[in-house]
């Protein structure tokens, strides 16, 4: 039966044409282009996206990118399809309440998430298990279910507050990814040092990607 059940569910997969989904919230930390990079790579990699954004994430979207999300997730679905090119369904956003989504329940949430860029109230949230919105609740049901979930955390200094939560998430198999690029690279502008972060972040998820050159690699 449980056979049946998983090859039910890759078959009913496929059948949309994605190759898998994956969550992705934007919190209120400063870093919102790393976040539209991200998305713009994985529907590239044709990934569907569950979209997840904070009001702060919002307006930190408005303030740093002159980029305005709509706060009704159907409206939303629809100005980042058209932005990234995405196919129908391939971007669907929730609203921070909607509970019957399917990344609020561990036997319909996809095994992998990513909060980009997080917040250290969203890290904090995270790793008490508050689940009072559902970006918390999404990133509480990838841990429980012991799937892979990456937090790029924005923020400078880190206190020991903050240093205690990212420790307490990672020895529970959480990646803590600070949103901080390296210069090996010889960036030479604000979007190779984003595309910086954002390779690590394909990486970790296994997608392959040629947006950052590699250690030792350069030609």
Not at 36 to 60: D, F, H, K, P
Not at 169 to 177: A, C, D, E, R
Request: charged share 15%.
């Amino acid at each position: 039966m449980s056979g049946n059940v998983i090859k039910n569910n890759v078959m009913k997969n496929n059948a949309k044409g994605f190759s898998k989904t994956i969550t992705l919230a934007i919190t209120g930390a400063s870093g919102s282009a790393y976040a539209l990079r991200l998305l713009e790579c994985l529907v590239a990699a044709n990934y569907q996206v569950y979209l997840l954004c904070s009001s702060a994430g919002r307006v930190v979207l408005d303030t740093e990118q002159s980029f305005k999300l709509p706060a009704s997730p159907d409206a939303a679905s629809d100005v980042l399809s058209e932005k990234f090119k995405a196919k129908a369904e391939q971007i669907k956003v929730f609203g921070k309440e909607q509970w019957f989504s399917p990344v609020a329940s561990g036997s319909a949430a996809p095994k992998q998430m990513v909060v980009c860029p997080c917040s250290t109230g969203t890290l904090a949230a995270i790793s008490q298990g508050m689940s009072d919105n559902l970006i918390e609740r999404a990133a509480d049901v990838v841990i429980k279910e012991r799937g892979q979930l990456i937090l790029m955390v924005r923020e400078t200094p880190f206190s020991t507050i903050h240093l205690t939560n990212m420790l307490s998430l990672s020895q529970q198999g959480v990646t803590i990814m600070p949103a901080a690029p390296g210069f090996y690279h010889q960036p030479e502008s604000i979007n190779d040092l984003i595309d910086f972060m954002v390779g690590r972040v394909l990486d970790h998820l296994g997608i392959e990607q040629t947006i950052m050159p590699r250690w030792g690699y350069q030609s």
